[in-house]
């Protein structure tokens, strides 16, 4: 049907729990109508669900599976985040604003974004935590096929832990522009176009004790050392 499938409106706490669901079918054709999930100032426990199959189709960058805008800070939790994403919008998850959701132990795995960052986005002072995901077989077109990052907060992005696999097209899998540095530690990126790139203004992200390999246009592009 039209517009999201669920919605948490502002002031809703981690003790709203949506678990179990199998969450699908957002199609919507303006503002925040192609996410699975839409998170406006809102912070619940998102654990457990198959988030898939939710389309965009506004040419505004929208998150088509999960969306975080406001200060929002939903704990993103254990779920299947798959096969969202189309013609407009972003892919897997949506991070804007002072949003600050906590991100782990997900599979993110063939989502398609028309923008950047096919898996995960996070833009304007988002600040999410990134950790312990399988993120896979995500494209996008532009910078960052399983994630990108340009977020200005003062608190940097974290990029720890995770699996970043086997990505298509000819974006790298991990992309970082202009603002705060991003931290991007322990991690596997392996077997996609290429694995890190720094592009715009500013500091490249902190790398560390990654394991990037078997990318097959490079490792790292613009400023950046591990």
Do not use: M, W
Request: hydrophobic share 30%; proline share 5%; with cysteine.
């Amino acid at each position: 049907g039209g517009g999201p499938v669920v919605v948490a409106p502002a002031g809703l706490g981690a003790g709203t729990v949506i678990d179990g669901f199998t969450i699908k079918g957002a199609n919507g054709s303006s503002d925040k109508g192609c996410a699975g999930i839409v998170c406006t100032d809102a912070s619940p426990t998102i654990s457990n669900n198959r988030i898939r199959e939710n389309r965009g189709y506004y040419s505004a960058y929208l998150g088509s599976g999960i969306y975080c805008e406001g200060n929002s800070a939903p704990q993103i939790i254990n779920n299947r985040v798959e096969e969202n994403g189309t013609s407009y919008g972003y892919g897997g998850i949506y991070c804007k604003d002072s949003s600050a959701p906590v991100i782990a132990g997900n599979t993110i795995k063939n989502n398609k974004s028309s923008g950047t960052g096919g898996g995960i986005c996070c833009i304007g002072n988002s600040s999410p935590v990134i950790i312990n995901n399988v993120i896979t077989g995500n494209s996008s077109q532009s910078y960052g096929a399983a994630i990108h990052c340009a977020s200005a907060a003062a608190t940097p992005v974290r990029i720890v832990n995770n699996t970043i696999v086997d990505h298509s097209g000819t974006q790298p899998a991990v992309a970082c522009g202009s603002g705060t540095p991003p931290i991007i530690a322990n991690n596997i990126i392996a077997f996609n176009y290429a694995g890190i790139y720094k592009y715009g203004t500013g500091a490249a992200p902190t790398c560390l004790h990654n394991d990037v390999f078997g990318n097959t246009g490079y490792a790292y592009g613009g400023s950046i050392t591990d």
